[in-house]
């Protein structure tokens, strides 16, 4: 019988999705020629990490166990984690071996007024994120860069509501839209895993697992992302393309959120245009009738 602790069938879940990724290659074994499935079986998993196939099996189906430090280096060995992997799956197991939490009050998420007065001082399109990608506060460099986020309903200021949505973004052709959504499912992922009943982010999860099926299979690889950074190009009809660099930073609080900072090269073209858009948007008429419509990036091989 299936255990309801969130955290052990977080854990069963990630750990189902390495191994299925794995071949027999990966780990030294032959696969064979009446093989029927690509990923390691359960029983080859339990055998390279030295347990018992029934012991892993409830571990997978998140049932009563409670797995101890050497069981989660064992299997993060045989499944060839990277660092920010295996801190993720030894978070996972040592909340999986206390009792499942009470349901508790959460407060909404708030930016701090010394927050808001660094976004506005800083003199490059920045964003406050919360812990489930909500968008909190934006300077008015964001809001030149990505378009007008007061024009959408505070519930769908979200950056993945927003990537997923074909109405408000127009960019799913894009080649590196794939690896943006990764990256922002990927800090879902280590949110999920401090507060797997979060009815926001239970809420965000259950939109986009119904209407989107590129949502449901990139979210079951279950990358996990502490933070991240990458190179993107913003296309913007005022002045052209945009090619700048962003970077994650944790604000105080547990959890708590992030700053959003894109950057243009030092006196580079982008620097330069990224400039004009300023001045454009601070001389735009307040009272336009077109909002530009929030941008996540143009067509870029550079992706965080």
């Given at each position: 019988?299936?255990?309801?602790?969130?955290?052990?069938?977080?854990?069963?879940?990630?750990?189902?999705?390495?191994?299925?990724?794995?071949?027999p290659r990966d780990v030294g074994l032959e696969p064979g020629s009446r093989r029927k499935?690509?990923?390691?079986?359960?029983?080859?998993?339990?055998?390279?990490?030295?347990?018992?196939?029934?012991?892993?099996?409830?571990?997978?189906?998140?049932?009563?166990?409670?797995?101890?430090?050497?069981?989660?280096?064992?299997?993060?060995?045989?499944?060839?984690?990277?660092?920010?992997?295996?801190?993720?799956?030894?978070?996972?197991?040592?909340?999986?071996?206390?009792?499942?939490?009470?349901?508790?009050?959460?407060?909404?998420?708030?930016?701090?007024?010394?927050?808001?007065?660094?976004?506005?001082?800083?003199?490059?399109?920045?964003?406050?994120?919360?812990?489930?990608?909500?968008?909190?506060?934006?300077?008015?460099?964001?809001?030149?860069?990505?378009?007008?986020?007061?024009?959408?309903?505070?519930?769908?200021?979200?950056?993945?509501?927003?990537?997923?949505?074909?109405?408000?973004?127009?960019?799913?052709?894009?080649?590196?839209?794939?690896?943006?959504?990764?990256?922002?499912?990927?800090?879902?992922?280590?949110?999920?895993?401090?507060?797997?009943?979060?009815?926001?982010?239970?809420?965000?999860?259950?939109?986009?697992?119904?209407?989107?099926?590129?949502?449901?299979?990139?979210?079951?690889?279950?990358?996990?992302?502490?933070?991240?950074?990458?190179?993107?190009?913003?296309?913007?009809?005022?002045?052209?393309?945009?090619?700048?660099?962003?970077?994650?930073?944790?604000?105080?609080?547990?959890?708590?959120?992030?700053?959003?900072?894109?950057?243009?090269?030092?006196?580079?073209?982008?620097?330069?245009?990224?400039?004009?858009?300023?001045?454009?948007?601070?001389?735009?008429?307040?009272?336009?009738?077109?909002?530009?419509?929030?941008?996540?990036?143009?067509?870029?091989s550079g992706a965080g």
């Amino acid at each position: 019988m299936s255990s309801p602790h969130p955290y052990a069938r977080e854990l069963g879940e990630f750990l189902r999705a390495r191994r299925t990724r794995l071949s027999p290659r990966d780990v030294g074994l032959e696969p064979g020629s009446r093989r029927k499935v690509t990923g390691l079986r359960r029983e080859e998993m339990a055998l390279l990490a030295g347990l018992s196939t029934d012991y892993y099996q409830r571990i997978e189906q998140g049932r009563e166990v409670r797995p101890s430090d050497d069981v989660l280096a064992a299997l993060a060995g045989v499944l060839g984690l990277g660092d920010e992997e295996r801190r993720h799956l030894f978070t996972l197991g040592h909340a999986a071996r206390r009792p499942a939490p009470a349901p508790v009050d959460r407060e909404p998420e708030r930016v701090r007024d010394r927050t808001r007065r660094l976004l506005r001082v800083i003199d490059t399109p920045a964003v406050v994120l919360g812990r489930h990608l909500d968008l909190l506060d934006w300077n008015p460099m964001a809001e030149a860069l990505l378009g007008e986020p007061d024009a959408y309903p505070p519930d769908r200021l979200n950056m993945l509501l927003l990537l997923f949505d074909d109405a408000l973004t127009g960019r799913r052709s894009c080649p590196d839209w794939e690896e943006q959504a990764l990256d922002y499912i990927g800090m879902l992922r280590a949110a999920v895993a401090a507060d797997p009943t979060h009815p926001r982010a239970t809420a965000i999860v259950g939109e986009l697992s119904i209407r989107s099926a590129e949502f449901r299979r990139l979210w079951a690889r279950h990358d996990v992302r502490e933070s991240v950074s990458g190179t993107k190009t913003f296309s913007v009809p005022e002045v052209g393309d945009i090619r700048l660099d962003w970077d994650t930073y944790p604000l105080p609080g547990n959890p708590g959120p992030v700053m959003l900072v894109f950057t243009a090269e030092p006196g580079s073209t982008d620097e330069d245009r990224l400039r004009l858009l300023a001045s454009w948007h601070a001389s735009r008429s307040p009272f336009a009738d077109e909002l530009p419509a929030w941008r996540t990036g143009a067509p870029d091989s550079g992706a965080g």
